[in-house]
T-cell receptor
Framework: AQSVAQPEDQVNVAEGNPLTVKCTYS??????LFWYVQYPNRGLQFLLK??????LVKGSYGFEAEFNKSQTSFHLKKPSALVSDSALYFC?????????????FGTGTRLKVLA | DSGVTQTPKHLITATGQRVTLRCSPR?????VYWYQQSLDQGLQFLIQ???????AKGNILERFSAQQFPDLHSELNLSSLELGDSALYFC?????????????FGPGTRLLVL
């Protein structure tokens, strides 16, 4: 079965510094990977996805993610963090079971950007 | 704003009761997914409907059921509620059901069972 792991419950970074939120995956076949962000009392917002093609994927709000097949990773990055980036981030993989493609989500990483 | 709407935003009820959560997908989307987010279980897929028909089931309890209506809105029915059912329930929609399709999430319904 497909799975993703987010090894860090929380990441703290100073405003203006680069940030990385880690995600590793385990899949059979081609990986289809997604990042979502959840702000307090809000739903999940789509950031970016990797389906195929370039290993560096650019997404919303200045975020990007690097797909690394040899390390089975899909880390989320941003060159310069903003306080407003503070939120809960979820990595997800598409899993085809029971006749449909559903998301398998990681446990989430709370990002705290300090002013 | 994802374009997916959910009502109500908050729901407080007692054990043993039944509630209905409602979801309207983005305009044009045929597929609706329901997810449960709880502290101990994380985000879990419950059930999916596609163009009015049940497409897949995930970790959905027998006490829970859902349907999708001809206008494509969906309802999730939770009955014989238990304290452990307290959670945030999300609806998501996508155009179809392909592997690369992005799902767009609603703001969720927060359910508290007392």
């Amino acid at each position: 079965a497909q799975s993703v792991a987010q090894p860090e419950d929380q990441v703290n970074v100073a405003e203006g510094n680069p940030l990385t939120v880690k995600c590793t995956y385990s899949v059979s076949g081609n990986p289809y990977l997604f990042w979502y962000v959840q702000y307090p009392n809000r739903g999940l917002q789509f950031l970016l996805k990797y389906i195929t093609g370039d290993n560096l994927v650019k997404g919303s709000y200045g975020f990007e993610a690097e797909f690394n097949k040899s390390q089975t990773s899909f880390h989320l990055k941003k060159p310069s963090a903003l306080v407003s980036d503070s939120a809960l981030y979820f990595c997800a993989v598409r899993d085809f079971t029971s006749g449909t493609y559903k998301y398998i989500f990681g446990t989430g990483t709370r990002l705290k950007v300090l002013a | 704003d994802s374009g997916v709407t959910q009502t109500p935003k908050h729901l407080i009820t007692a054990t043993g009761q039944r509630v209905t959560l409602r979801c309207s997908p983005r305009s044009g989307d045929l597929s609706v997914y329901w997810y449960q987010q709880s502290l101990d279980q994380g985000l879990q897929f419950l059930i999916q409907y596609y163009n009015g028909e049940e497409r897949a089931k995930g970790n959905i309890l027998e006490r829970f059921s859902a349907q999708q209506f001809p206008d494509l809105h969906s309802e999730l029915n939770l009955s014989s509620l238990e304290l452990g059912d307290s959670a945030l329930y999300f609806c998501a929609s996508s155009l179809r059901t392909g592997v690369e399709e992005t799902q767009y999430f609603g703001p969720g319904t927060r359910l508290l069972v007392l």
